[in-house]
């Protein structure tokens, strides 16, 4: 599980991916039990999860793409189902009125507004934090950098918060009166500078937005890519 690579990521073990054949694992972890010994780390999860088969890591894969289609597949046929209908979800009266809906869905300007913005907001996320993640990963991977252990502990950590706590840093960051980023503005601005509204201006909240979410996201790619080097 996502809980237990990132509980060995920390504890400074390799993690090698490998794709899953008929004795294949997802995953399996470089057989590192005398780094395991050195680091007290001998405990009956360690032990077993290192040493554990590639067949033992893939005994429940039947479950897991049980629980998919049970959870994901088939709630998504169905609300796909209930868009053929012109229906409010509650009466029991239901008209079948085919594509109608995506006809006046993708007439709505609002809505086009909102696939722009979203995909400007994966183009820029998604490149942004895959290029940074590859640099750090690099920097990370080398031998002898002092603290190495302490910096991809302090990279990975955003990615663990919640979305709540990261929404109260960032609102407190982008805060227009009090925030960290106006008031660093204003040591180059001076003091009497109208305030920038970060989360307030249409024409950079979506770049703002996107800071919050790299920020979030580099560290689990980071580990993603030093597994690979």
Same mark, same amino acid.
Do not use: H
């Given at each position: 599980?996502?809980?237990?690579?990132?509980? +060995?990521?920390?504890?400074?073990?390799?993690?090698?991916?490998?794709?899953?054949?008929?004795?294949?694992?997802?995953?399996?972890? *470089? %057989?590192?039990?005398?780094?395991?010994?050195?680091?007290?780390?001998?405990?009956?999860?360690?032990?077993?999860?290192?040493?554990?088969?590639?067949?033992? /890591?893939?005994?429940?894969?039947?479950?897991?793409?049980?629980?998919?289609?049970?959870?994901?597949?088939?709630?998504?046929? *169905? $609300?796909? @189902?209930? #868009?053929?209908?012109?229906?409010?979800?509650?009466?029991?009266? %239901?008209?079948?009125?085919?594509?109608? *809906?995506?006809?006046?869905?993708? %007439?709505?300007?609002?809505?086009?507004?909102?696939?722009?913005?979203?995909?400007? +907001?994966?183009?820029?996320?998604?490149?942004?934090? /895959?290029?940074?993640?590859? $640099?750090?990963?690099?920097?990370?991977?080398?031998?002898?950098?002092?603290?190495?252990?302490?910096? @991809?502990?302090?990279?990975?950590?955003?990615?663990?918060? #919640? $979305?709540?706590? $990261? #929404?109260?840093?960032?609102?407190?960051?982008?805060?227009?009166?009090?925030?960290? +980023?106006? #008031?660093?503005?204003? +040591?180059?601005?001076?003091?009497?500078?109208?305030?920038? &509204?970060?989360?307030?201006?249409?024409?950079?909240?979506?770049?703002?937005?996107?800071?919050?979410?790299?920020?979030?996201?580099?560290? &689990?790619?980071?580990? /993603?890519?030093?597994?690979? /080097?």
């Amino acid at each position: 599980s996502p809980r237990k690579v990132s509980w +060995l990521f920390m504890q400074g073990f390799t993690i090698k991916y490998y794709p899953c054949e008929a004795e294949g694992g997802d995953f399996v972890v *470089n %057989r590192q039990l005398d780094l395991a010994y050195k680091k007290d780390m001998t405990s009956t999860f360690a032990t077993q999860f290192i040493s554990g088969s590639p067949k033992a /890591m893939c005994e429940y894969r039947e479950e897991k793409v049980l629980l998919f289609f049970v959870f994901m597949i088939l709630p998504t046929f *169905n $609300i796909f @189902r209930m #868009s053929l209908y012109k229906w409010g979800g509650f009466s029991s009266r %239901r008209t079948f009125v085919g594509f109608e *809906n995506f006809t006046k869905l993708f %007439r709505d300007m609002k809505f086009l507004q909102s696939v722009e913005n979203t995909l400007l +907001l994966i183009v820029v996320v998604s490149v942004i934090t /895959m290029s940074l993640a590859i $640099i750090f990963a690099a920097i990370l991977s080398r031998e002898k950098i002092k603290g190495q252990n302490f910096f @991809r502990v302090v990279f990975y950590i955003p990615n663990i918060l #919640s $979305i709540v706590i $990261i #929404s109260a840093i960032f609102s407190a960051i982008y805060d227009a009166n009090n925030g960290m +980023l106006n #008031s660093i503005l204003a +040591l180059f601005r001076g003091a009497d500078a109208e305030p920038v &509204y970060w989360l307030g201006d249409q024409s950079i909240v979506i770049y703002s937005l996107a800071g919050a979410m790299i920020w979030q996201a580099i560290g &689990y790619y980071m580990v /993603m890519y030093m597994a690979s /080097m």
